[in-house]
């Protein structure tokens, strides 16, 4: 009934599901987590009750969106096992290791402190209790450098060696986990996701804001969020560039059909929009701009770019997939900086709480981190096909040998199971930042007492 080729794409389409599913909890947690931490580090430098009904309301958020992370990301490792088994083997002595340093460090270190930071706010002392929060934040860096540094030697393998069974062994460890392309892979995410974060908050505070143009918290949740937007989308524009320059020298193919070049030219032209034709290979309908492209991805005008045509036609990635999914994400990044930039517009107006069209903004362009995040790594991993080890191993080779069937089952109740579940958590999340910020109790023993004319003006602090 069903053939290797189908056994095949639903394995890719499986795991292509649970990383997509997966990778939107890292991308909000990362940031969250590092948010929490400024909040009561904050509170307890100025004793602004505002710091702590922001860190009362998000940490119940976070404690949700943490747990989905951790139970999608045990359930896509397990795939490893079940329909990637050929990968497992040739691969394992190089990404068993760097995963279980994951485990050992980052995992250990927020399960550690986790419960602390969720549970021990009234029961411990306020530094131990911070000291358990910044715990948590460095955990999640952690853990993302280790994901990060698998994924990037997928990508820039380096470091290994072929032992007699077939299988890459390590050969310096410096150089497989500093790979080629880990720094700026680690450099893109970890601005993602506090980007991904600074949109989510800033949705929110807009939300609130255009409900109560006063409401305190609010404000200081939503000006928060827009320092971060005006300051990191600028940077992410900046290392965004050297990530695409860095995979112009180790993956041009990638390039290649992330640009929509066919053809390997001078003065090559950035085509903002068209249709790419593998059959042809043209973009049809293209709007170009004419030596662009050459100048973006060299810095020379009059430089070469390198085309699909100097690769092997069962070496091209799915073109139209990554050419499209790559203009997603620059253009989202687009408006992040444009949002930033017109939040500081209206900082400098003293307008910030007063307009309702950049509140209205930022409500829209709140999920906006999430679908960037995931068209981030559509570009990343169908732009490495056909290869699952980058010039090593073919991803038609690293499946298990099981049947279309099998794979469809899983598959299926990996859908139905996950919308159930990871459904109902994003609807609790979406009610929680629906509550009123205001609302948040803080407990008479944790208030701080005020005294004199000095205090009680911090007290009223707004920015």
Avoid: C
Wanted: neutral net charge; aromatic residues 14%.
């Amino acid at each position: 009934m069903f053939s290797d080729a189908d056994a095949l794409f639903l394995a890719r389409f499986q795991f292509a599901f649970t990383v997509a599913f997966h990778i939107i909890f890292p991308a909000f947690t990362i940031g969250l987590a590092s948010y929490l931490a400024v909040l009561e580090g904050l509170y307890l430098k100025t004793r602004n009750p505002v710091y702590q009904k922001l860190f009362r309301y998000w940490v119940k958020i976070f404690a949700v969106a943490f747990g989905m992370g951790v139970v999608s990301g045990i359930v896509m490792s397990y795939q490893f096992g079940t329909n990637w088994s050929v990968f497992s083997d040739k691969a394992g002595p190089v990404i068993g290791p760097l995963m279980g340093y994951e485990v050992l460090t980052a995992f250990f270190l927020e399960a550690g402190f986790l419960g602390v930071m969720l549970f021990g706010m009234n029961r411990v002392g306020e530094k131990l209790h911070f000291f358990a929060t910044l715990m948590v934040a460095i955990g999640t860096a952690i853990s993302a450098f280790w994901i990060l540094s698998v994924n990037s030697w997928m990508h820039t393998p380096a470091g290994y060696a072929m032992n007699d069974a077939g299988q890459y062994i390590v050969s310096s460890w410096m150089e497989v986990i500093f790979n080629p392309s880990f720094p700026y892979r680690l450099a893109h995410m970890l601005l993602a996701a506090y980007l991904t974060t600074a949109l989510v908050v800033g949705g929110v505070g807009a939300w609130h804001l255009l409900r109560d143009r006063s409401n305190a918290v609010a404000r200081k949740m939503f000006s928060m969020a827009m320092w971060m937007a005006l300051l990191v989308a600028p940077l992410q524009v900046f290392v965004g560039d050297l990530h695409g320059l860095n995979t112009q020298e180790y993956q041009p193919a990638k390039v290649a059909a992330m640009e929509g070049h066919f053809e390997t030219q001078t003065r090559a032209p950035l085509y903002l929009f068209g249709m790419p034709d593998e059959a042809t290979a043209t973009v049809d309908y293209a709007i170009k701009i004419p030596g662009l492209a050459s100048l973006i991805l060299k810095h020379d005008i009059n430089a070469e770019v390198t085309g699909l045509d100097a690769f092997p036609r069962d070496e091209w990635p799915p073109v139209p997939v990554v050419f499209w999914a790559f203009r997603v994400m620059v253009g989202l990044g687009l408006l992040m900086l444009f949002l930033g930039l017109w939040a500081g517009v209206q900082r400098a107006r003293g307008q910030l709480y007063q307009a309702p069209w950049l509140h209205r903004a930022a409500v829209v362009m709140a999920p906006a981190g999430f679908v960037a995040v995931i068209a981030g790594w559509i570009v990343t991993e169908v732009g490495r096909q056909p290869w699952v080890i980058y010039n090593l191993l073919r991803t038609a080779d690293a499946a298990s040998p099981i049947a279309a069937e099998g794979v469809g089952g899983s598959l299926l109740a990996f859908i139905v199971v996950y919308f159930l579940v990871f459904g109902a958590g994003t609807f609790y999340i979406l009610r929680k930042m629906a509550a009123n910020p205001e609302d948040v109790h803080i407990p008479d023993y944790a208030k701080p007492q005020p005294v004199g004319m000095a205090a009680e003006r911090l007290m009223n602090e707004e920015d």
